[in-house]
């Protein structure tokens, strides 16, 4: 929980937070880095059930389709994140970023992040016959 708090806002995948935990020693590395990376995601699924982290899925713009993996999580309430790890006033842009997608939902928008060719797109907002592509 408190490695997603900390990365807001960016792309992660369920196997990489495995490795990063690994390499600090906080998972035995001998269980295997599937099982590990199987682990993590069913962590991360319960957090969404419990409501604390929401998952976006990137989306290719040129190609009209979801893509399956690299996805961003962004905490339900920042008060959360504060409380974990304090407010970090270096952080502004993610937190900056998390408000805006908590926004967009709250308007009732689908909301997914972008992909153009190689550019990233901060969100892909759609709404009936709306849809708004965002970035910074």
């Known amino acids: 929980m408190l490695f997603l708090c900390s ?15 690994t390499q600090e020693g906080e998972i035995d590395s001998k269980k295997g880095k599937v099982i590990i990376g ?4 069913k962590y991360i699924e319960l957090l969404k059930s419990a409501f604390i982290f929401l998952t976006v899925g990137r989306y290719d713009v040129k190609g009209k389709q979801l893509l399956k993996t690299l996805e961003k999580n962004y905490i339900i309430d920042l008060g959360f994140r504060n409380m974990l790890l304090g407010y970090r ?6 937190i900056l970023e998390n ?9 009732e928008y689908k909301v997914y992040i972008g992909k153009a060719g190689n550019t990233e797109i901060d ?3 759609e709404k009936s016959n709306e849809k708004l592509y965002i970035s910074n």
């Open 123 to 125: 969100f892909v907002a």
């Open 7 to 21: 990365n807001i806002g960016s792309i992660t995948s369920p196997n990489n937070i495995g490795n990063v935990l």
């Open 89 to 94: 006033d270096a952080d502004r842009g993610h």
């Open 38 to 41: 199987k682990t993590v995601r």
């Open 99 to 107: 408000i805006i997608f908590l926004e967009l939902i709250r308007r």
